[in-house]
Structure formats: structure tokens, C-alpha cells
């Protein structure tokens, strides 16, 4: 079926560093994507989103790169902060009906060391 | 502009007993939807509601049910709990036909013994 995988389940980064999460998708039909946040006890936090007609967006210190031939999606954070610390996620809306259902990975969990 | 919200925080029931969640969606935004995070788990699609009506349901049974008002607020109904019910369950509101972003509220975590 379709799913949305995380290469790395843990990923911890030096404070300062830029940090890279990855994700793979699976429906090649899915044409919207989004990276959500989570921090302990918290609802996903809104990053950043992508459209598969683009192959990059930036926002405030993020970056988000999608390469719809390998079915692709990063995370990337410049100067890593301890408070990037969480659980991030990626997540697509594969458009199988008129909903905006959004199918999530089990997630990778950011560790800042100071 | 006030985010998405949801009560209660916490909940305890009993197996097989039932419970209604509430969330009310982020000012402007018309679509709700409804997600099960188990614990360690990326959250599951359960349901969608646009102005009032569903609009796309996941892999859930019927005891699932939901409901979305007129001020597009929501409730999400759980039937006949069972123990695997446990987890947190989120609402998210988007613009709908104005965006496709979904925002998430604090989520409802219920324990189901």
C-alpha cells in the first residue's frame, strides 16, 4: 500500500550544524507534500510545504527538496538549534479522492547536542 | 487569530464504553480532519469533513464517526471502545479550497482499560 518511509530514525547533530532529513514516498500520484514537527506531549507543528510542480522551497532555515523521479523528499535546517530538537515528520496528500488526507511517516527524531 | 483547539486534554474510559472529542478549527479555515497517533507512530487519517460533509474516510470501522457544524467546528464519536483505541487523537483545519495545508491542534489523549 502506500506509504511515506524515513531512511533514518534518529538523526543527532551538533549545535550549529545544518541537519538533513530524509523521506522516501511511494504514490508517484501524490502532488502535495509537507514536513510537520513534533515536540513531546505536542500536535505535528506546520514546517513547510512543496508542491510537485517545484523542486525546492525555502523558508526560515529550512529547505525542503523533492526529486519526483526517485520519489524523494528532505528536510534541510541550517545552524541547528536545541530547540529544532523533535520528532520530524513528512507527510503527502496522495489525491485519491477530493479529500486532503495526508499519509504520514513513523517519523525521525532530532537530537541537537550543545 | 486563534489556533486549532481540542477537548478534553486527557481521557480514561473503559472498553467498550464511548466517547465524543471536540475540536474547533483555526478562524477562516472551512475543512477538518480527524488523526490517530499511536504511540512511536505517525499519525493515521481517519476522516475528513468540508462544510459539514465527509469528505474522505481512512482506514477506520464504522464506530468511527464524526460530525462538523455549521461554524465548522467538529466532533470525532468512537463507538464500542477497544483497548487498541488508546492514543492521541488530533484534528487538524485547512482553508480548504484555499490551501491544502493542514494545521494540528494539541491533540486528545485517551486511554482506553
Known amino acids: 500500500g502506500e506509504s511515506v518511509g524515513l531512511h533514518l530514525p534518529t538523526l543527532s547533530v551538533q549545535e550549529g550544524d545544518n541537519s538533513i532529513i530524509n523521506c522516501a514516498y511511494s504514490?508517484?500520484?501524490?502532488?502535495?507534500f509537507i514536513w510537520y514537527k513534533q515536540e513531546s506531549g505536542k500536535g505535528p507543528q506546520f514546517i513547510i510545504d512543496i508542491r510537485s510542480n517545484m523542486d525546492k522551497r525555502q523558508g526560515q532555515r529550512v529547505t525542503v527538496l523533492l526529486n519526483k523521479t526517485v520519489k524523494h523528499l528532505s528536510l534541510q535546517i541550517a545552524a541547528t538549534q536545541p530547540g529544532d530538537s523533535a520528532v520530524y515528520f513528512c507527510?503527502?496528500?496522495?489525491?485519491?479522492?477530493?479529500?486532503?488526507?495526508?499519509?504520514f511517516g513513523s517519523g525521525t527524531r532530532l537530537l541537537v547536542r550543545p | 487569530e486563534t489556533g486549532v483547539t481540542q477537548s478534553p486534554t486527557h481521557l480514561i474510559k473503559t472498553r467498550g464504553q464511548q466517547v465524543t472529542l471536540r475540536c474547533s478549527s483555526q478562524?477562516?479555515?472551512?475543512?477538518v480532519s480527524w488523526y490517530q497517533q499511536a504511540l512511536g507512530q505517525g499519525p493515521q487519517f481517519i476522516f475528513q469533513y468540508y462544510r459539514e460533509e465527509e469528505n474522505g474516510r481512512g482506514n477506520f470501522p464504522p464506530r468511527f464517526s464524526g460530525l462538523q457544524f455549521p461554524n465548522y467546528s467538529s466532533e470525532l464519536n468512537v463507538n464500542a471502545l477497544e483497548l487498541d483505541d488508546s492514543a492521541l487523537y488530533l484534528c487538524?483545519?485547512?482553508?480548504?479550497?484555499?490551501?491544502?495545508?493542514?494545521?494540528f491542534g494539541p491533540g486528545t489523549r485517551l486511554t482506553v482499560t
Open positions: 504514490n508517484s500520484a501524490s502532488d502535495y
Open positions: 507527510a503527502e496528500n496522495p489525491r485519491e479522492d477530493s479529500s486532503y488526507k495526508l499519509i
Open positions: 487538524a483545519s485547512s482553508p480548504g479550497t484555499g490551501g491544502r495545508e493542514q494545521y
Open positions: 478562524s477562516g479555515h472551512n475543512t
